[in-house]
């Protein structure tokens, strides 16, 4: 399935905070596209963390980097139901930037981590205006590169 406006306009609406909007966007798709839709967006989330991870790590990192990220996404989402689990976190973030797979990581797992981590490695960047505009490009063409590949 093709990664339309609406569905970076979905990540947008995550990203920036406004659930209203995302809440609003996500249904929509969801009537409109089922599972498939729910198949695309995670795609596009999957790949806006892989992003995020490489552009927040470009100059390298530290075993020390990598704790620290986890930690404030884990003060960010404390008290939520589904806690961040911190080493699997950290392997999915090592993963990203190309270290041990994240092999062996519950799906369910991935589905609290990647949206956390996301949000505050682009909360760091600061991504607003043209710096989101830009990134949600990059993130939209890769998403659509990775999916042609596998079809």
Known sequence: MTVTDEYVAA?????TGDPTAFDAISGRLAERDGDEGGNTFGALLGMAFVVAARRRFAA???DGDIVQVVAQARAAFAG???????LAAERML???????PAEGVDERVKAVVI????????????????????????TRALTERVQAGLR
């Open 11 to 15: 990540l947008r609406a995550y990203l």
């Open 60 to 62: 390298g990192y530290t």
């Open 80 to 86: 939520r139901s589904d806690g961040i689990d911190p």
């Open 94 to 100: 090592r993963a990203v930037l190309g270290g041990v």
């Open 115 to 138: 949206p956390a981590l996301l949000l505050e490695l682009t909360n760091q960047e600061q991504l607003r205006g043209h710096t989101l505009d830009a990134y949600l490009a990059e």
